[in-house]
Structures are given as structure tokens and as C-alpha cells.
């Protein structure tokens, strides 16, 4: 068994002494948004004293690494754990493949169009994110509703807003 490392991702919404408090080393003045446990070629852990990259050490031999089943099935790490250590609150993500978030959008009849500089934008939801957020510090549920009948489905806003007196990783 050896020693994995998490990779540090610096944001500006870190805290910063969360992470370096679990990790048991002084705060360096900057954000520690997140730490990453995983193969993510953008910031694999890494792996014993040599700190071998992850996504190396499994691309090498990933039978070894993973296991059999894993492997065959996957053929690298199927996850990645993210630590977060947020000084301000976050909005709620999931970040679903491309396939499956556009076969979600079609079930739910919801349209993607492009605004101005390459966001995207939903269609087909009657609630404001003012009136959400405002719903959510309240403590009330906030339910986002299809605008016309027939669009299918409905998505639920979950807040994850904090407390007085509630610490991130406390």
C-alpha cells in the first residue's frame, strides 16, 4: 500500500486554511479550492514516495492497478473524489458526459441556445435565480418548474448555503 497525494487546485472561492489544515500543513496565504484524488489528466494525485503520476502508474498497467473488472469495464479510474473547501457558498453542479447531459436536455424538453460569449443558457424553466436563491435562504424548496405544459419533468434546486458558526471541513 502506498501514500496517494491529492493535487491541489487553487481558485479564488477557496478557503484559505481549509485544506492546508487537513493536510496538516501551514496556510500559504492563497485559496485552496479544491483537492483532487484521482487520475483527471489535468491534475492526477499522486502516488508514494516517488510521486508517480497517477494517471501514469494506471495507464502502465491498469489490470494491476485497478483490478480486472474495473479495467475491462472502464479501462481507467471511473471516478474522481474532490475535496472542497469553499470560503463563500457555491452553486450546486453535476457534471454529466456531453451524451448524457444533451439526452437529459431532450427528455426534459429543455432547449440549449449560445449568449453572447459561448454560454449556454436553458429554455423552458419559469423561475428566476433571484427568486431560487431568495426561496433557498428562506429555507423553503424551490422547485423549477416547466414553463409550458408538456416539457416533462421538473428539476429541483438544492441550496447549500451557509450558517453562522459553520466551518467548511469542520
Known amino acids: 500500500m502506498e501514500l496517494i497525494e491529492g493535487a491541489v487546485k487553487k481558485y479564488d472561492w477557496g478557503s484559505l486554511t481549509a485544506i492546508p489544515d487537513l493536510l496538516g500543513r501551514p496556510p500559504t496565504g492563497e485559496p485552496w479550492a479544491e483537492l483532487w484524488f484521482g487520475a483527471h ?9 516517488r510521486a508517480e503520476l497517477l494517471d501514469q502508474l494506471i495507464a502502465a498497467d491498469p489490470v494491476a ?28 453542479q453535476a457534471h454529466p458526459s456531453a451524451e448524457h447531459a444533451e439526452a437529459g436536455f431532450a427528455r426534459g424538453g429543455v432547449l440549449l441556445e449560445a449568449a453572447g460569449g ?14 431560487v436563491h431568495g426561496r433557498l435562504r428562506r429555507g423553503q424548496r424551490a422547485d423549477l418548474g416547466p414553463r409550458r405544459r408538456g416539457l416533462g419533468g421538473r428539476w429541483r434546486a438544492l441550496g447549500c448555503l451557509p450558517w453562522p458558526g459553520h466551518g467548511v471541513l469542520r
Open 65 to 92: 492497478a485497478l483490478g480486472p473488472a474495473v479495467a475491462s469495464r472502464f479501462g481507467r479510474l471511473p471516478f474522481l473524489l474532490k475535496v472542497l473547501a469553499a470560503a463563500a457558498p457555491l452553486s450546486l
Open 118 to 131: 459561448g454560454r449556454l443558457r436553458h429554455r423552458g424553466c419559469g423561475t428566476s435565480g433571484t427568486a
Open 41 to 49: 489528466p489535468a491534475s492526477p494525485a499522486t502516488v508514494g514516495a
